[in-house]
Nanobody, 119 residues
Framework: QGQLVESGGGLVHTGGSLRLSCAASGIIFSINTMGWYRQAPGKERELVATVTSDGRTNYADSVKGRFTISRDKNTVYLQMNSLKPEDTAVYYC???????????????WGQGTQVTVSS
């Protein structure tokens, strides 16, 4: 099974930057997607950005041009620039993969890291 360990959250002022990291360990199949989701108080969890094992990226419209997702093997990063108060949320790392032998899908979540942007 996969395990995800996140780091890098914190408190910044508007316009500041933070970098989140997430390391995946355990059974990791070669074809997978890693990404970041976030959940603000009273709201549903939403996609922030994803990156596939072959490097394709996807971003929420609200973060395009400000956030950059990247990965190095089984570690995924989220560089967040020009942060806004509305970016305040708990950020969760995600790993989606499929067992290449059985085709059974698996989804894993990190424990979450708080990002707070003060105005």
């Amino acid at each position: 099974q996969g395990q995800l360990v996140e780091s890098g959250g914190g408190l910044v002022h508007t316009g500041g930057s933070l970098r989140l990291s997430c390391a995946a360990s355990g059974i990791i199949f070669s074809i997978n997607t890693m990404g970041w989701y976030r959940q603000a108080p009273g709201k549903e969890r939403e996609l922030v950005a994803t990156v596939t094992s072959d490097g394709r990226t996807n971003y929420a419209d609200s973060v395009k041009g400000r956030f950059t997702i990247s990965r190095d093997k089984n570690t995924v990063y989220l560089q967040m620039n020009s942060l806004k108060p509305e970016d305040t949320a708990v950020y969760y790392c995600n790993l989606d993969q499929r067992n290449t032998a059985t085709m059974i899908p698996y989804r894993y979540w990190g424990q979450g890291t708080q990002v707070t942007v003060s105005s």
